[in-house]
Every structure is written in structure tokens, then in C-alpha cells.
């Protein structure tokens, strides 16, 4: 029997509801929802393989009646360490998180390349980055927006433009 565990990032403890400002909450909840629904639509594809074991990574916030297959971090436990800890008792692991911050990145690392279900290091190094995204595919001669640094404003007044961060999501006003 082959173990797979399958920890996505919100529902798994990645962000704890009670720390969210109230105009963040309803944002969060629906990125929860959105986040059940990828997580369990892995698992419920990896459990209809024969042969297959699947585990899944829950938190203290979801209810589960007693239902098995699931597992949450230990009180206290850093993200870092439950991701790390579960690994190490299963075949492989396939992980949903942001890249922002290098999270993505740390998890890859808790996790290890042998259990690793996923891309490589680098490609998650690249994507982790907008312009290291734009910088990969215009080597391929692929069209990507170019991206602008702020010391380099100027050359851009009178056109327009969106500014967004290079490691994360969403824009700046």
C-alpha cells in the first residue's frame, strides 16, 4: 500500500481564522472553501487508485465527526514541522500552498525531493517570482510582460500600468 499525504495550506493550519481582521474574514472564508474543495478533490482522486492510502491534513477549525484518513499538527507545533513530521511517515506528499514568501519553497524542503508530488525546486524558485517568471520565458522567446522597478518609474509616466509585488499576490493601490 502506497501512503500519500495531502496538505493544503489553509485548511491544514496554515492560517488561523481567529488572527483575521473582520473586513479579512469573509475574504479568508471563502479562500477556505476554495481551498476544502482542491484538497478534497485530490484526495478523493488519489483514493480512487487502487492500492493507495491517503491521509489528509485538517485543523482545529474543521469538524470532522470522527472520520479517519485525517491528521492535524500537534498544539504548538509549527506548519513547518507538521508538514515535515507527516511526511516522514508516508511514501510521498502532495502539498497546496502559496509561493509568496518562500513558503512553497520551505515546504518543498520539509518534505524532501524523494517524497516531493510536484514540480521541481527550481520551477517552484521561478514561479515564486514575477520576474523571475517573465525573465524565464522571454529566454524562450515566449511574449511576457516586462516588469518595471520603482527606480525606474519614470520611464514609464503617462502610460499605464499595475503594480504588483514580485513575490506574492494581488496588486498595490
Known sequence: MTK??????????GIDPDAAGAGSLADLSALIVEGRVM?????????????????????????????SGYVRAHPGESLIRFVARVAREHD????????????????????????????????????????????????????????????NAAAAIGRRWVVKPDDGAGGLD
Do not use: H, M, N
Not at 525573465?135 to 524562450?140: D, E, H, K, S, V
Open 4 to 13: 500519500i499525504f495531502v496538505f493544503e495550506y489553509l485548511t491544514g493550519g
Open 39 to 67: 484538497r478534497d478533490a485530490i484526495a478523493a482522486d488519489l483514493r480512487a487508485l487502487p492500492g493507495i492510502d491517503v491521509t489528509v491534513a485538517s485543523s482545529r477549525f474543521e469538524q470532522l465527526d470522527g472520520a
Open 92 to 151: 510521498y506528499a502532495c502539498i497546496v500552498a502559496p509561493e509568496c514568501d518562500g513558503l512553497l519553497l520551505k515546504l518543498y524542503d520539509a518534505v524532501g525531493q524523494a517524497r516531493w508530488l510536484g514540480c521541481a525546486k527550481e520551477a517552484i524558485r521561478a514561479a515564486s517570482s514575477k520576474s523571475a517568471t517573465a525573465a524565464c520565458l522571454a529566454a524562450r522567446s515566449i511574449a511576457a510582460t516586462r516588469a518595471l522597478e520603482p527606480e
